[in-house]
């Protein structure tokens, strides 16, 4: 535990220092474990536009966003010191988006993929650094 | 400003932080709503200053099981830095003469101006930074800008040129602010006014609130050190 605390005690602040090709989450639901995945989504593809009113209201109210950094960590995680922890939580907050969106996910399977979106010659470059095994989406605790 | 004030101002703005922070968890998971639910209790008992130290205590144990919970800090930089303030303070109110309570809120104040002057001093030494092009690539792909829209900054070199020029000046010349109680306020507002901006642009709104909370230790730190 103290491991974890100590980079906070005697931190490095390193902000911005160099600019690391950025983790997407992608998810995709199949009938079956042994289906391969074809439909890819983006996980909250963020918005075309954002208010000044939103983004005042969300100096107070940001869980969303905040989550999505988070996840953005783990999958920084899972490339570099891989756990079952990151995958876990990618799974758990997939699967509960899924449980609380207005479309009800029809398909039992649940895999995702981690996009590495980075610049080479100037062109926006994408690679697939990671896929997961298909989990059933009614074994993620979603609470 | 006196150790008393400050260390007051700081644990109350951090709690109020704390609160803020941890009432976006409690909607999502049980296992979240707990830690956060008890962790806003500690941290009403701070703001309302019952039973001092035990609330700052109780918080940074609270802060090892969150620590384990998310394997390492839920919001990077942010949380690292209530982290700090958070065990500063603590450590400050445990110890029992005012020289010691020194050394350890003087430490915050002292990683405040780290916080600023190593920032600026990584970018500065990497060229993407000197030329504008890594501020064009944090709006053209990373995961930080909030909107789709903003990302048609990245074609913007000459501003881009400019704000990272004004980022990392801003950030090495900070030390200079400490030279009065005026000038410190006035990069105060400036270093405010950057995370608000990074709030918005970037979603960062942890980052705000948390150095906000920290700022009264450095208005300590410099009526002690120069006053």
């Known amino acids: ?143 | 400003m006196t150790l008393t004030l400050a260390l007051r101002l700081t644990e109350i703005l951090l709690a109020l932080a704390l609160i803020q922070q941890g009432l976006e968890h409690v909607v999502r998971f049980r296992d979240e709503l707990r830690l956060f639910l008890a962790r806003t209790g500690l941290c009403v008992l701070v703001v309302l200053g019952v039973g001092s130290p035990w609330p700052l205590v109780g918080l940074a144990l609270l802060s090892l099981l969150i620590l384990q919970r998310f394997q390492g800090p839920y919001n990077g930089g942010s949380d690292r830095m209530g982290l700090l303030a958070l065990w500063c303070l603590m450590l400050a109110r445990l110890m029992p003469t005012p020289a010691l309570q020194e050394v350890f809120f003087g430490y915050l104040g002292a990683q405040l101006i780290l916080s600023y002057v190593m920032s600026g001093g990584v970018k500065v030494i990497n060229p993407d930074w000197r030329s504008g092009r890594a501020l064009a690539h944090v709006f053209r792909f990373s995961a930080y800008p909030v909107s789709e829209d903003l990302r048609a900054w990245a074609k913007r070199p000459r501003v881009l040129l400019a704000m990272s020029w004004a980022v990392m000046l801003f950030e090495l010349a900070f030390p200079l602010t400490l030279l009065s109680r005026e000038s410190l306020i006035v990069g105060l507002v400036i270093a405010a006014t950057f995370h608000l901006a990074n709030a918005c642009l970037f979603g960062l709104n942890r980052f705000f609130w948390t150095w906000l909370a920290t700022y009264p230790a450095l208005l300590w730190l410099q009526a002690r050190l120069l006053g």
Not at chain 1, 19 to 27: G, K, L, N
Not at chain 1, 32 to 54: G, I, K
Not at chain 1, 66 to 82: G, H, K, M, T, W
């Open chain 1, 1 to 143: 535990m103290f491991r974890l605390l100590l980079p906070a005690l005697v931190p490095s602040w390193n902000f911005f220092d160099v600019i690391a090709p950025s983790p997407r989450v992608e998810y995709a639901l199949m009938d079956s474990a042994s289906q391969a995945p074809a439909d890819w989504r983006e996980f909250r593809p963020r918005p075309q536009r954002v208010s000044l009113a939103t983004m005042a209201q969300r100096l107070l109210w940001n869980p969303g966003w905040n989550e999505s950094l988070f996840l953005v960590s783990c999958a920084e995680r899972l490339i570099n010191q891989p756990t079952e922890h990151s995958r876990d939580e990618l799974f758990k907050r997939i699967a509960a988006d899924l449980a609380g969106g207005a479309e009800a996910a029809t398909d039992p399977w649940l895999c995702f993929r981690l996009v590495f979106v980075s610049l080479e010659r100037d062109e926006i470059a994408r690679e697939v650094l990671f896929q997961s095994v298909p989990r059933r989406l009614g074994e993620i605790a979603v609470r």
